[in-house]
């Protein structure tokens, strides 16, 4: 299993430019959720889902958005790219069935936004 | 809103000493509580967890103890190695693994050789 990926690696936009950060996972998790990760700030949650079609937002949803078309993919979609939204990106999944809980991450998208 | 507070932000201690990070969380609702373990330019790895029907849990030199009537719980390392060295993060959730888990701000932790 090639668990959780994340493309891409690195990315440099300019403000008001518009991406998709992609993840995906193998292992049929029923969770997947977004985070940003900024020095001193720890993990914020940006959006997460619970199930294909099922999504929420988290604790900073705002200029973001995410759909859950299928149980694999989970794409992060940035509407107008700000400078604020610098940081590291880190996707992951979860599923609880059979007692399993833990959160596999992704190897993170480090964004800069000039 | 949801919240979880953690301290010391840094931490530094002599190799083979304990390391004690602590978090306070506000939803009482929150019945899970991983604590991830972050290298330099590494995503975040669980190293173990606790759920609210269980007090105190150990793993080797790890362990977890959990209070819910003070809202309060704890991560101990003891016999601290260098490579113990990095980022710890707390976490709460109402569910288990990724159900909306809300992260501690993270406590850097060095051991020193």
């Known amino acids: 299993n090639a668990g959780v990926t994340q493309t891409p690696k690195f990315q440099v936009l300019k403000t008001g430019q518009s991406m998709t950060l992609q993840c995906a996972q193998d292992m049929n998790h029923e969770y997947m959720s977004w985070y940003r990760q900024d020095p001193g700030m720890g993990l914020r949650l940006i959006h997460y889902s619970v199930g294909a079609g099922i999504t929420d937002q988290g604790e900073v949803p705002n200029g973001y958005n995410v759909s859950r078309s299928t149980t694999e993919d989970f794409p992060l979609r940035l509407l107008s790219a700000a400078p604020s939204q610098t940081s590291v990106y880190f996707c992951a999944s979860s599923d609880e069935r059979g007692g399993r809980d833990t959160q596999y991450f992704g190897p993170g998208t480090r964004l800069t936004v000039l | 809103g949801e919240n979880v507070e953690q301290h010391p932000s840094t931490l530094s201690v002599q190799e083979g000493d304990s390391a004690v990070i602590k978090c306070t969380y506000s939803?009482?609702?929150?019945?899970?509580f991983p604590w991830y373990k972050q290298e330099l330019g590494k995503r975040p790895q669980l190293i173990i967890d606790?759920?609210?029907?269980?007090g105190e849990k150990k793993d080797q030199r790890i362990a977890v103890t959990l209070n819910k009537t003070a809202k309060h719980f704890s991560l101990h390392i003891t016999e601290t190695q260098p490579e113990d060295s990095a980022v710890y993060f707390c976490?709460?959730?109402?569910?288990?693994?990724?159900?909306?888990?809300?992260f501690g701000a993270g406590t850097r932790l060095f051991v020193k050789a």
């Open positions: 606790i759920r609210s029907n269980v």
């Open positions: 939803d009482s609702a929150s019945n899970y």
């Open positions: 976490a709460a959730s109402r569910g288990g693994g990724g159900f909306k888990t809300i």
